[in-house]
């Protein structure tokens, strides 16, 4: 597995630490909140699953943790720009105070699409907290109020990316050799 990365581009120890200071930020921004209209954490699965885990522990206020699935991908290295919710949040989101985790901020599509959606749901207010964004052209212009990095335009596997569902349980981030998919 680790033979099939080329560079490490973000430690674990450098997760670990930029976890915490995201998890500090949230708690102080949403202490007063927490306890009357409530927050929820949506994880966009699957690949935001390791970084929700991480991140709802290093929130130090009562919350509820949902998860979405939504596809645009497949098996592809290059978006499709089409996105389809595969599974629905089992709660309603009205009146509470949402934060999208989301593993990686790419085209933008996705998480454009599924903002979109759960704001029709009427939640008390809407955040995205992306462990990365990718700097690229042509993101679509979507407001991320917390970003863990900035990454590079490669392909990149660990920490809950994956190619062709591999590499997820890798615990850091580095990018995928060519060879392994041309
Ligand atoms: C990945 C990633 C984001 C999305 C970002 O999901 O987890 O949800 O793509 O890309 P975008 O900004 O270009 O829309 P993917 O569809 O690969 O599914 P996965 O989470 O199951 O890996």
Do not use: W
Not at 113 to 132: I, Q
């Amino acid at each position: 597995m680790h033979n099939d990365i080329s560079k490490i581009v973000i430690t674990e120890e450098e997760i670990r630490d930029k976890i915490r200071e995201l998890g500090q930020a949230i708690t102080k921004d949403y202490a007063d909140v927490a306890r009357s209209e409530g927050i929820v954490l949506i994880c966009v699965l699957r690949g935001a699953a390791t970084f929700m885990a991480d991140l709802g522990r290093a929130i130090e206020l009562p919350l509820e943790m949902d998860y979405m699935a939504v596809s645009s991908y497949g098996n592809s290295t290059q978006s499709s720009g089409q996105v389809r919710i595969l599974k629905d949040l089992s709660s309603s989101i009205q009146g509470k105070h949402v934060i999208i985790a989301e593993d990686i901020l790419d085209s933008g599509l996705t998480l454009m699409r599924l903002m979109e959606e759960l704001k029709c749901r009427r939640p008390a207010s809407l955040e995205v907290c992306t462990f990365l964004r990718k700097d690229r052209p042509n993101q679509a212009p979507i407001n991320c109020r917390y970003i863990g990095f900035e990454c590079p335009n490669e392909f990149i596997v660990g920490y809950g990316l994956d190619y062709a569902e591999r590499y997820r349980n890798l615990p850091y981030v580095g990018v995928l050799k060519p060879e392994v998919y041309e």
